[in-house]
């Protein structure tokens, strides 16, 4: 086998390894039923991102850095397992996201053929009137969101009504959920129960966001029962978008707003300095002398079981 085959067995192989242990850490944590959408999302991606980075930024490099030049090296059966798993585990997240982009992208063409604009208020996005097979209310696109509201959803609602909606969906936006969207289905699966549990939060925590007041509050839970009484559409949950109605028990919703427990709205999430956290930790590690070396040796021995 090539250095250059080797290198990329061995990093599949790294890839797989990691990610089944990382796996393995998040099953066997402690789970609360009040974990926000933030640490649902964190938990659902973590064992394909870190996997992912470990393979990419720790033992791709050390190979590349310590393997000398060679030919017919022999792999063993557990990293050729690892290897097969992990590449099969990668095909899988990519057909995922280009699924979920391909069916989005269908999605939103076919209500923009039956849309016309309106004005941007009280929405404060690009907002279009649509005459959909049913009464949505949908934010589509991932860097240029555009919501699309039903014609039965204007007309059933008052204005107050179409104002908490509009919150609701620009709390969506703001929180780039879209985007968050795709990547825990392209990792776990759209239907899978961590996506599932996170569109759920998520739902929760764009209502906690809306109901900044005990009126609006109430306003958004009239909403969401007008909805309710409507024609029911299908799930979105294969789709990026962000709907007001595809998420969660839609009585627990009501009921929480009613109660008043999610008028304090929840700050957004620090992705910007957990990103540099990460990758500054991650260039220490790579940086650390003796640390890719070690990789390599330990990936050698690995290599040589049978």
């Known amino acids: ?61 050390a190979f590349i850095l310590f393997e000398p030049p060679h030919d017919g090296e022999r792999v063993g059966l557990l990293v050729t397992l690892a290897a097969a798993f992990g590449a099969w585990h990668v095909g899988r997240v990519v057909a995922r996201a280009l699924r979920m982009l391909r069916v989005s992208r269908a999605l939103t063409e076919e209500w923009a053929s039956r849309s016309t604009p309106v004005s941007s208020s009280p929405w404060g996005l690009p907002a279009f009137v649509v005459d959909a097979d049913f009464p949505i209310v949908a934010v589509a696109g991932l860097v240029r969101p555009r919501l699309y509201v039903d014609r039965r959803v204007l007309a059933a609602c008052s204005t107050d009504e179409i104002d908490a909606i509009a919150a609701h969906e620009r709390a969506h936006v703001v929180h780039r959920d879209n985007m968050r969207r795709l990547i825990i289905a392209a990792c776990e699966g759209s239907s899978s129960i961590a996506a599932t549990a996170w569109r759920q939060a998520a739902e929760h925590a764009a209502d906690a966001r809306a109901a900044d007041s005990s009126r609006r509050a109430l306003d958004l839970a009239s909403a969401l029962l007008k909805l309710a009484r409507l024609t029911p559409g299908p799930s979105l949950e294969r789709a990026a978008v962000s709907t007001v109605h595809d998420g969660g028990s839609l009585e627990t919703r009501v009921r929480l707003l009613l109660d008043g427990r999610p008028a304090v709205a929840a700050p957004a999430p620090p992705s910007g300095p957990r990103m540099l956290a990460f990758g500054l930790a991650a260039a220490t590690i790579v940086s650390v002398p003796g640390v890719l070396g070690s990789v390599h040796r330990l990936a050698e021995a690995l290599i040589r079981l049978p």
């Open 1 to 61: 086998m090539s250095v250059a085959m080797l290198t990329a067995f061995v990093t599949l192989a790294g890839f797989g390894l990691t990610y089944v242990c990382i796996r393995g850490v998040v099953l066997l944590m402690a789970r609360s039923d009040h974990d926000g959408d933030g640490r649902l999302f964190a938990r659902g991606v973590a064992p394909t991102g870190i996997a992912a980075a470990l393979a990419l930024f720790v033992v791709l490099p």
